[in-house]
């Protein structure tokens, strides 16, 4: 089972999701049905849906840069400890939080579909709570590939 603890920062959200929770709820129960990890244990992450303002600020005092960002993720266990306590199964775990910001995902989605790109953001931030990272070429590809399973089960 994955859950997510969906927060909303910013009310300029509503104008695009009517219900973030739900939404999110929705795509989260697909995926379970597809994805083995989330059938194996019990996943809970924190979504905060946020604007510029403060994401620029977490970036600055979490990461050291003064600027904003589509997505922060905060994973709460390292890499090797998340793979170790997913791999044991039944476990309750509490993977991280992310944080996304509105007005870049409005940025990106005049060429395409706000959902598509919102489902693209979210799912990114989940798979670096998963330990995923993308510093060599090997991690990216093992990333996107994780990445475009979890989107293609909540299609």
């Not at 059938?39 to 403060?54: A, G, H, I, M, Q």
């Not at 670096?128 to 090997?138: F, P, Q």
């Amino acid at each position: 089972m994955i859950k997510a603890d969906v927060l909303v920062d910013s009310k300029a959200w509503i104008k695009f999701i009517a219900n973030p929770n739900i939404y999110i709820k929705k795509r989260l129960k697909k995926a379970e049905k597809k994805i083995s990890i989330f059938k194996k244990n019990k996943l809970t992450f924190t979504l905060l849906l946020s604007d510029k303002r403060e994401i620029k600020e977490l970036n600055k005092k979490f990461r050291k840069k003064n600027k904003t960002t589509d997505i922060l993720s905060f994973p709460f266990h390292e890499k090797k400890k998340i793979h170790n306590l997913i791999r044991k199964k039944n476990n309750n775990i509490y993977l991280g939080d992310i944080i996304i910001n509105l007005s870049k995902i409005i940025k990106q989605g005049k060429k395409k579909n706000f959902f598509i790109i919102f489902d693209k953001i979210w799912i990114h931030g989940l798979t670096h709570l998963l330990g995923c990272r993308h510093k060599s070429n090997k991690d990216f590809h093992v990333m996107q590939k994780l990445e475009n399973k979890i989107i293609k089960s909540i299609e």
